[in-house]
């Protein structure tokens, strides 16, 4: 660990300055545009988080956040708010990585980052938070193609934190949507996603949204995605296929495993419900490949599910010889 502090701070320039000080006090000496430095990290791990394997970011994560906190505790004023908003992102990328990985230290990730984004007054990332709180709790209701009430609270929450960033606010109301569609309130569904996707019309990059700090949230036709996970939720079948089929083909042209898995289900079930059970079994088994391949553990909860709503047919032998093997 000390090789790497040093290397880290090193790439501050503080110990090129002769500044060999402990951590708190050295936190004194950054000025502006090292403290920026600091925080252009954090966002390069939340640009690297949806395309590297979530064990290795959510070591990354740790590490960094361990030595961005050890500059806190003599910090001050401005200094003191910049470095407590660098560790809020810090620890959000690592719950996102712990989560993917199904790593049980989500939820004390998520409470870091938490505490710091209070200190720091940063409610977009406090708005996040909630967000992946809201997957956590929700977790064996949507593994299953169910709503959460009490996700969907955590997700208001979330939207009156979020401040006035179109690209943030879409991926909560996108979020809602499907929730709403999951426990059949059609209206509320068509109304949040008409309301997501005015947002997102008017987005612009966002690089400490994790979800779309990678910057090609149009690229990989993200909005394409949950407008198709919501209309498979109310049915409407065709036109899921035709949206979820565009994520997957930006997410292919972007070699992003964790943008294709997630629709691979969308389109599984949408094709189970029309009558191709043999498709359906087949976008199942790639799905499973690319979790294994990727390291998303808590991906396959929702392959498992989607699996039980088919009936055996070679094909589905052969995905059940998969996911066994």
């Known amino acids: 660990m000390q090789t790497g502090r040093r290397a880290f701070l090193s790439t501050l320039g503080v110990l090129a300055a002769g500044l060999v000080l402990p951590p708190p006090l050295m936190a004194r000496a950054l000025n502006p545009n090292q403290l920026d430095d600091l925080h252009a990290h954090a966002q390069g791990l939340a640009r690297r988080v949806h395309f590297e394997p979530p064990?290795?970011?959510?070591?990354?994560?740790?590490?960094y956040?361990?030595?961005?906190?050890?500059?806190?505790?003599?910090?001050?004023?401005?200094?003191?708010?910049s470095l407590h908003r660098t560790a809020a992102?810090?620890?959000?990328?690592?719950?996102?990585?712990?989560?993917?990985?199904?790593?049980?230290?989500?939820?004390?990730?998520?409470?870091?980052a938490d505490d710091h984004a209070r200190a720091a007054g940063d409610g977009a990332i406090r708005a996040q938070g909630l967000v992946l709180r809201a997957k956590q709790i929700g977790e064996a209701a949507?593994?299953?193609?169910?709503?959460?009430?009490?996700?969907?609270?955590?997700?208001?929450?979330?939207l009156a934190l979020a401040g006035p960033a179109p690209l943030l606010r879409a991926l909560?109301?996108?979020?809602?949507?499907?929730?709403?569609?999951?426990?059949?309130?059609?209206?509320?569904?068509?109304?949040?996603?008409?309301?997501?996707?005015t947002e997102y019309g008017r987005a612009a990059p966002a690089p400490d949204v994790v979800e779309a700090a990678d910057g090609a949230w149009q690229?990989?036709?993200?909005?394409?995605?949950?407008?198709?996970?919501?209309?498979?939720?109310?049915?409407?079948?065709e036109e899921a296929l035709a949206a979820c089929s565009e994520e997957l083909n930006g997410g292919a042209r972007l070699g992003a495993p964790s943008y294709q898995t997630f629709a691979l289900v969308d389109v599984a079930r949408s094709r189970a419900a029309l009558g191709d059970v043999d498709a359906a079994a087949m976008d199942l088994s790639a799905a499973w490949r690319l979790n294994a391949q990727a390291g998303l553990t808590q991906r396959q909860g929702r392959v498992r599910a989607a699996r039980k709503l088919l009936p055996s047919t070679l094909a589905v032998r052969q995905l059940d010889e998969l996911m066994h093997g």
């Open 55 to 63: 064990r290795t970011m959510l070591r990354e994560a740790g590490e």
């Open 65 to 81: 956040l361990h030595d961005v906190e050890t500059f806190l505790p003599l910090a001050l004023g401005r200094t003191r708010t």
């Open 89 to 112: 992102l810090t620890a959000l990328v690592g719950a996102q990585a712990s989560r993917w990985a199904g790593d049980g230290r989500t939820g004390g990730l998520l409470t870091r």
């Open 142 to 158: 949507y593994s299953v193609d169910a709503g959460s009430l009490p996700a969907q609270k955590l997700l208001t929450g979330a």
């Open 172 to 197: 909560i109301r996108f979020e809602l949507a499907w929730d709403f569609a999951a426990v059949g309130d059609c209206r509320g569904a068509m109304m949040e996603l008409d309301a997501a996707e």
């Open 219 to 237: 690229e990989r036709c993200w909005a394409s995605g949950y407008r198709g996970a919501t209309l498979r939720q109310l049915g409407v079948h």
